[in-house]
T-cell receptor, first 114, second 109 residues
Framework: EAGVTQSPTHLIKTRGQQATLRCSPI?????VYWYQQALGLGLQFLLW???????NRGNFPPRFSGRQFPNYSSELNVNALELEDSALYLC?????????????FGDGTRLSIL | RKEVEQDPGPFNVPEGATVAFNCTYS??????FFWYRQDCRKEPKLLMS???SGNEDGRFTAQLNRASQYISLLIRDSKLSDSATYLC??????????FGKGTTLSVSS
């Protein structure tokens, strides 16, 4: 069974630019979650999508947005990039919409802002 | 009070040692509990779910105390490969999982 896949692996941007990160969940999983992990910090919850709908959102500004497609893959968009957006962005997927199932993570996208 | 609290460590133990990590959570409505493991600069990986009756998976034992809102992970006969950060994770229905900041374990020979 293929795991959660994320692309790109690395992304280098400059301040003010926009970044798009992509995630494909495990087959059969309908929920996709996005997290930010800055160096030395814990996972910070960003967004949760299920069946194409945003279910929950973490404490991040509106320039962090995303969407989920009919095939359950997802995009995370970050506008007006700032230096502190440099982090590992992790996508996870799970079965069901209750949020209480184990989540399985992709390898992440490492975003660097110069 | 933080939603999920863990002692960050590090816990430095020799091979073969038994080590225990604790975690407390603030929301009594939490329903699901997990331990994840994260290696340096890698993604978190599910180690085990935690059930009310306690559960064991090889050298790993997880316990849940709902009354005290406390979760534990016991690792017996530590291996070098157990060196990692262990994340305590809780959830209540309808919300996403909440991750603790993790406890770092270093096993040395």
């Amino acid at each position: 069974e293929a795991g959660v896949t994320q692309s790109p692996t690395h992304l280098i941007k400059t301040r003010g630019q926009q970044a798009t990160l992509r995630c494909s969940p495990i087959s059969g999983h309908t929920s996709v979650y996005w997290y930010q992990q800055a160096l030395g910090l814990g996972l910070q919850f960003l967004l949760w999508y299920d069946e194409g709908e945003e279910r929950n959102r973490g404490n991040f500004p509106p320039r962090f947005s995303g969407r989920q497609f009919p095939n359950y893959s997802s995009e995370l968009n970050v506008n007006a990039l700032e230096l502190e957006d440099s982090a590992l962005y992790l996508c996870a997927s799970s079965k069901g919409a209750h949020g209480n199932q184990p989540q399985h993570f992709g390898d992440g996208t490492r975003l660097s802002i110069l | 009070r933080k939603e999920v609290e863990q002692d960050p460590g590090p816990f430095n133990v020799p091979e073969g040692a038994t080590v225990a990590f604790n975690c407390t959570y603030s929301n009594s409505a939490s329903q699901s509990f997990f331990w994840y493991r994260q290696d340096c600069r890698k993604e978190p990986k599910l180690l085990m779910s935690v059930y009310s009756s306690g559960n064991e998976d090889g050298r790993f034992t997880a316990q849940l105390n709902r009354a005290s809102q406390y979760i534990s992970l016991l690792i017996r006969d530590s291996k070098l490969s157990d060196s990692a950060t262990y994340l305590c994770v809780v959830n209540q229905a309808g919300t996403a999982l909440i991750f603790g900041k993790g406890t770092t374990l270093s096993v040395s020979s």
